[in-house]
């Protein structure tokens, strides 16, 4: 059957991961996260096999490190100006294209999808997609004092895709949350309260959406984190488990100090059989979306996504299968809300016996910036091959707002063999309402709280943020350090709960109402 793709099929035959744990080394090394993909690279190339060389390679796309995304994660020890030639220099490729992708989870996946395009359209014969951090190493050597040299500058071509869509609205980057955890306990608490949990049931209920990932993560060689952890491990405070803010403990989001990185080998059918790549290793994509939703503050349901379930049901649909269909499943979670929403929209129930995660997903494997997902990939590849089996990646960026999905599978069957249609693969966001927003300088008297979260911090006072809504039903966000209000909201869930608003440092600011 293999013989039967078109030459321009874009297919998946080589990854490669690369795992670096300080704990393992006297002295540790230190690496710079492009040395980190290169090894990953030189892994997919020679798990690719054939003749395959980094010569062959026309294309090289990078994900956008964390240090290049957002101020919180700047690294002080330089960087390399052109990704993609770090990695090219290493291996010894010369790539007519170099790309380092914007900002998102979803990344991977889209530059899967961008080059295949770019293969089935002939522009291209084979792509390495890549991507890496080294935050372990920069925060030790942080922690330490020790200086490091990290710069590499070329003068390349690149195409370098900094982020200029809008991923939050104004009101939300003046809200004072400051992490994805904010605003993602927002989306969690809301989801809470609409299932009818108090926050202790909902942690529990977290935590044994967690702890069948962690079990996975034990038994990945790949994993950064070793430990199995238990449901109860995961809502307890103790063994560093802090609580980051309401209803979030350390152990139940994503864990970005990791030195990981993973690369896939794209390549055309036609290629493949120059360079004599076995067609034991070849994995296609049956069905692929993306698409991008409203920011979290004005969607007609904050604790969901409506383009999410679109992307999901979307890609099933290209791949003409269902949820049912997928043996293997990778969801992305970055946070408990991001599985239960995707699983949710999949119709997958709590007892479905499949593991939702290949890796061990971003609380226990790593949380590799950008690039977990590209881990989701390069596991799934390897463990679809010589089987029947078919799986699904799904990956999620912003705030539950970017969203993409694949299937894939190694079992060629007629309905895969025209080359998929890669010039439509954007899925609209459906969310047509129109949320109003309060206008800025003109405090509400008065409001509803819709969703909440208390942000706990070490050096400065706990502080509740609410994302509220006024008598008209227009939103807005305010806060407050005021012990009491604090305590009454760390007390009782402040869901439905009518506040009084002022204005203070062009700030909202409130109290419970009496």
């Known amino acids: 059957m293999h013989q039967q793709l078109p030459d321009n099929t874009p297919i998946l035959v080589g990854a490669g991961q690369y795992t670096e744990h300080l704990n393992k080394q006297d002295a540790p090394s230190l690496h710079p996260p492009m040395e980190l993909a290169a090894r990953a690279c030189s892994a997919a190339i020679a798990d690719a096999g054939g003749t395959l060389l980094a010569t062959d390679i026309d294309a090289i796309a990078v994900i956008r490190l964390f240090s290049d995304s957002a101020p919180l994660w700047a690294c002080p020890f330089g960087r390399s100006n052109n990704p993609p030639q770090s990695i090219a220099q290493r291996l010894g490729a010369n790539p007519k294209k170099r790309i380092y992708s914007n900002v998102g989870g979803n990344s991977p996946l889209q530059l899967l999808a961008e080059l295949s395009g770019a293969i089935a359209r002939g522009d291209i014969d084979c792509a390495l997609v890549a991507g890496a951090e080294a935050i372990a190493s920069q925060r030790h050597a942080q922690r330490s004092g020790k200086e490091l040299d990290w710069a590499e500058n070329y003068d390349h071509p690149l195409d370098s895709r900094e982020y200029t869509e809008r991923f939050a609205a104004p009101a939300e980057l003046a809200s004072d949350m400051y992490l994805p955890a904010h605003y993602y306990a927002l989306i969690e608490n809301l989801r809470a309260h609409q299932q009818g949990n108090d926050e202790q049931s909902h942690r529990q209920q977290m935590a044994r959406l967690l702890t069948p990932l962690s079990e996975v993560a034990g038994d990945n060689p790949f994993a950064y984190f070793y430990q ?112 239960e929403a995707v699983r949710d929209a999949l119709g997958i129930t709590a007892d479905d016996p499949r593991p939702l995660t290949v890796t061990g997903g971003l609380p226990f494997f790593g949380g590799p910036g950008n690039n977990y997902s590209m881990h989701a990939l390069a596991e799934m590849v390897t463990k679809l091959r010589n089987t029947t089996k078919q799986g699904l990646v799904t990956a999620n960026g912003g705030q539950l707002s970017k969203h993409a999905a694949v299937v894939l599978s190694a079992n060629v069957q007629e309905r895969a063999i025209s080359v998929l249609d890669y010039s439509e693969l954007d899925v609209a966001a459906i969310d047509t309402s129109t949320i109003e927003t309060v206008p800025e300088c003109s405090a509400p008297v008065a409001g509803t709280i819709l969703t909440y979260t208390i942000i706990f911090e070490r050096k400065r006072d706990d502080m509740v943020v609410v994302l509220a809504h006024d008598t008209k039903g227009a939103r807005f966000f305010a806060s407050s350090v005021d012990q009491v209000t604090v305590t009454q909201a760390k007390d009782h869930s402040p869901i439905g709960k009518d506040i009084e608003v002022w204005a203070e440092e062009d700030k909202y600011k409130f109290k419970f109402r009496v």
């Open 228 to 339: 199995d952890h238990k449901a109860e491990d995961l809502i307890s405070d103790a063994n560093g488990n802090y609580a980051l803010c309401v209803p979030y403990n350390k152990l139940m989001v994503a864990q970005d100090a990791v030195n990981q990185a993973a690369a896939i080998v794209l390549i055309s059918a036609g290629k493949a059989r120059e360079l004599g790549i076995d067609p034991d290793k070849w994995v296609l994509q049956l069905g692929y979306a993306e698409g991008n939703d409203n920011c979290l503050f004005e969607r007609s349901d904050p604790g969901t996504s409506q383009a999410m379930q679109a992307v999901m049901s979307t890609a099933l649909q290209r791949a003409n299968c269902s949820q049912q269909d997928m043996d293997l499943l990778d969801i992305y979670s970055c946070f408990p809300c991001a599985v």
